[in-house]
């Protein structure tokens, strides 16, 4: 079956411009995960979504980031105001409905790489 | 604050030998680990996921963990050229938590 897609793979932008990344999870999967990874580095937790809502934004590292899933399935993260330390590959996963205390596996997407110019 | 602390490498292993990746992490209510592997521009793929002390075993790879310790790591058999990747290690807290990641161990598996 698909994986996880996210769209566009690329974005430049310049300083002080507003983006949206998109992601589409695997079929199913009720929790979506946003990640960040500079170069490097591992993937940064950003926010997760259990269906609709966001369960843990605690990662998103200012106001500037925000993401909606409406309609609990596609989610996208907004960048306000974007600065030149935004650039990264942004990464999505999902996984399917939790049942216990032990984590699911969690699949990426293939990441969009923005650059802020 | 949770951290996970990995050797970034690289480590450099001649083919068909045993490549061995360590890891550490803090929170200890941490419950469920997982070793991905990332090739460089790719992203991050599951290896293994391991939940209980002692090892876990798939094919070429084993997963090891020691809760008491707080220590992680992957063993991988019969290295192959195209085991060169970055080994990211990845610990959540349960359910369906986000992943805290270490900064990964560059492997290189020489022919």
């Known amino acids: 079956g698909a994986g996880v897609s996210q769209t566009p793979s690329n974005k430049v932008t310049e300083k002080g411009k507003y983006v949206e990344l998109r992601c589409d999870p695997i079929?199913?999967?009720?929790?979506l995960y946003w990640y960040r990874q500079s170069l490097g580095q591992g993937p940064e937790f950003l926010i997760y979504?259990?269906?609709?809502?966001?369960?843990?934004d605690s990662g998103l590292p200012n106001d500037r980031f925000f993401a909606v899933r409406p309609e609990g399935s596609v989610s996208t993260l907004k960048i306000q105001r974007t600065e030149r330390g935004d650039s990264a590959v942004y990464l999505c996963a999902s996984s399917s409905k939790t049942v216990s205390l032990i984590a699911n596996t969690q699949y990426f997407g293939p990441g969009t790489r923005l650059t802020v110019l | 604050q949770k951290e996970v602390e990995q050797n970034s490498g690289p480590l450099s292993v001649p083919e068909g030998a045993i490549a061995s990746l360590n890891c550490t992490y803090s929170d200890r209510v941490s419950q469920s680990f997982f070793w991905y592997r990332q090739y460089s521009g790719k992203s991050p793929e599951l290896i293994m996921s391991?939940?209980?002390?002692g090892d876990k075993e798939d094919g070429r790879f084993t997963a090891q963990l020691n809760k008491a310790s707080q220590y992680v790591s992957l063993l991988i058999r019969d290295s192959q050229p195209s085991d060169s990747a970055t080994y990211l290690c990845a610990a959540s807290g349960g359910g369906a938590d986000g992943l805290t990641f270490g900064k990964g161990t560059h492997l290189i598996i020489q022919p």
């Open positions: 391991i939940y209980s002390n």
């Open positions: 079929s199913g999967h009720t929790a």
């Open positions: 979504f259990q269906g609709t809502g966001a369960a843990d």
